[in-house]
């Protein structure tokens, strides 16, 4: 086999900045995405890093994404900030509002952030994290694509629908976890079919609704929730929450608007900050500590936190550089010259 091509993380970052810049993205918005593909590939979640360019470019080339969109802020002194990404990519609009979530979160105990009219496509580690490092829990969640069944049922209707979380942690990483609410993200099952390989049973069925493990045939059916109803409830209610609460579209409304799952969907987002402080002040504990207690117990069992492999992979990374395939390679050298 051949050997891997190792890049800087710096080095990685330019490369794709260069590329969303070549497209025609505005420089801050070329920058916030890069930053967070590349973070992808640092820390080992290949169904969001560099495999998601094409995605983006492909998008960008039908015009279904505002290259040059500029995120309005819209702030009425509540607990409730809206940033408008005007048809541009969400990465842009969250960096554009997180300082004010996090000033207002502090200010109030608790706020929220409504992104509107967005192309999504990352992961969602990246919003709760930069609240952990304000000293902020959060939480963090958008419909995507209709491609999930409800549990009992076998037809696409709810999206792949992640969904994260994250609590400071005192001079460490934070406690983050971070998933699609379907047994694996739809990129999961992409990885497969470009690899050739069966995806694992449970997570997806055919379009006659029989349990497959062949990617075309999964991403032709439908994929399933996890943890049966309890994934599918959850699923649901980030429908309700980030779809018909904001206004915006839920995963079924998103497949219809992009007419199809050739291009990444666009919908809107929610993002809920709380400061443990506010919440804990009359009880005289501490809440950071408390969580302390409980995640070293997690710890002493053996047991690894979500998040822990991704914080390792990005030390390495940092350390060492991201080794990427010939055909990665190729692919990033074709994009710059497109
Ligand atoms: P994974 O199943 O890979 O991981 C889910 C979470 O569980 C991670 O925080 C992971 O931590 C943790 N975890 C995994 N194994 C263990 C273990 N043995 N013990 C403890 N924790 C564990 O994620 P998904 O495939 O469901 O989702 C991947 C990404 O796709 C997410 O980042 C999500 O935001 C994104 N996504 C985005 C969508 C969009 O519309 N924008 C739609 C769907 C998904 P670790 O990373 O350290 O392994
Ligand atoms: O992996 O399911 C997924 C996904 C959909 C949109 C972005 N990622």
């Given at each position: 086999m051949a050997e891997p091509h190792v890049?800087?993380?710096?080095?990685?970052?330019?490369?794709?900045?260069t590329i969303f810049e070549r497209a025609g993205v505005r420089r801050e918005s070329a920058k916030a995405v890069a930053g967070v593909i590349v973070a992808g590939e640092r820390d080992s979640c290949k169904s969001h890093g560099i495999y998601r360019i094409e995605g983006c470019l492909k998008?960008?080339?039908a015009g279904k994404v505002e290259p040059n969109a500029v995120p309005q802020l819209h702030d009425a002194?509540?607990?409730?900030?809206?940033v408008d990404a005007g048809g541009g990519f969400s990465n842009p609009a969250f960096h554009a509002a997180r300082d004010l979530l996090a000033e207002r979160t502090r200010a109030n105990g608790i706020a929220a952030l409504v992104i509107r009219d967005c192309l999504h496509f990352s992961a969602l580690w990246h919003d709760v994290e930069a609240l952990a490092e304000e000293g902020l829990a959060s939480l963090s969640m958008c419909p995507s694509y209709s491609f999930v069944a409800p549990a009992g049922g076998t037809e696409q209707l709810l999206g792949t629908n992640p969904f994260a979380?994250?609590?400071p942690r005192p001079g460490g990483d934070p406690y983050v976890f971070d998933f699609a609410t379907s047994v694996a993200a739809r990129g999961e099952i992409e990885l497969h079919r470009r690899a050739g390989t069966p995806i694992p049973e449970g997570w997806a069925i055919d379009r006659d609704g029989n349990p497959t493990t062949d990617p075309d045939a999964a991403l032709d059916g439908a994929m399933l929730t996890f943890g049966g109803h309890k994934g599918s409830a959850i699923s649901t209610m980030i429908e309700l929450l980030a779809g018909a609460m904001l206004g915006e579209f839920m995963s079924k409304e998103a497949l219809d608007f992009m007419g199809g799952t050739a291009l990444l969907p666009r919908h809107g987002a929610l993002v809920i900050a709380l400061d443990p402080r506010t919440f804990a002040a009359r009880s005289g504990r501490d809440p950071l500590a408390e969580g302390e207690t409980l995640l070293t117990a997690i710890g002493a069992q053996g047991a690894r936190l979500p998040s822990e492999r991704r914080f390792a992979a990005r030390r390495k990374a940092m350390r060492d550089g991201i080794a990427l395939s010939e055909?990665?390679?190729?692919?990033?050298?074709r994009f710059e010259k497109d």
């Amino acid at each position: 086999m051949a050997e891997p091509h190792v890049l800087s993380v710096d080095a990685l970052l330019q490369r794709v900045e260069t590329i969303f810049e070549r497209a025609g993205v505005r420089r801050e918005s070329a920058k916030a995405v890069a930053g967070v593909i590349v973070a992808g590939e640092r820390d080992s979640c290949k169904s969001h890093g560099i495999y998601r360019i094409e995605g983006c470019l492909k998008v960008l080339a039908a015009g279904k994404v505002e290259p040059n969109a500029v995120p309005q802020l819209h702030d009425a002194g509540t607990s409730v900030i809206e940033v408008d990404a005007g048809g541009g990519f969400s990465n842009p609009a969250f960096h554009a509002a997180r300082d004010l979530l996090a000033e207002r979160t502090r200010a109030n105990g608790i706020a929220a952030l409504v992104i509107r009219d967005c192309l999504h496509f990352s992961a969602l580690w990246h919003d709760v994290e930069a609240l952990a490092e304000e000293g902020l829990a959060s939480l963090s969640m958008c419909p995507s694509y209709s491609f999930v069944a409800p549990a009992g049922g076998t037809e696409q209707l709810l999206g792949t629908n992640p969904f994260a979380f994250g609590w400071p942690r005192p001079g460490g990483d934070p406690y983050v976890f971070d998933f699609a609410t379907s047994v694996a993200a739809r990129g999961e099952i992409e990885l497969h079919r470009r690899a050739g390989t069966p995806i694992p049973e449970g997570w997806a069925i055919d379009r006659d609704g029989n349990p497959t493990t062949d990617p075309d045939a999964a991403l032709d059916g439908a994929m399933l929730t996890f943890g049966g109803h309890k994934g599918s409830a959850i699923s649901t209610m980030i429908e309700l929450l980030a779809g018909a609460m904001l206004g915006e579209f839920m995963s079924k409304e998103a497949l219809d608007f992009m007419g199809g799952t050739a291009l990444l969907p666009r919908h809107g987002a929610l993002v809920i900050a709380l400061d443990p402080r506010t919440f804990a002040a009359r009880s005289g504990r501490d809440p950071l500590a408390e969580g302390e207690t409980l995640l070293t117990a997690i710890g002493a069992q053996g047991a690894r936190l979500p998040s822990e492999r991704r914080f390792a992979a990005r030390r390495k990374a940092m350390r060492d550089g991201i080794a990427l395939s010939e055909a990665e390679l190729a692919q990033l050298d074709r994009f710059e010259k497109d």
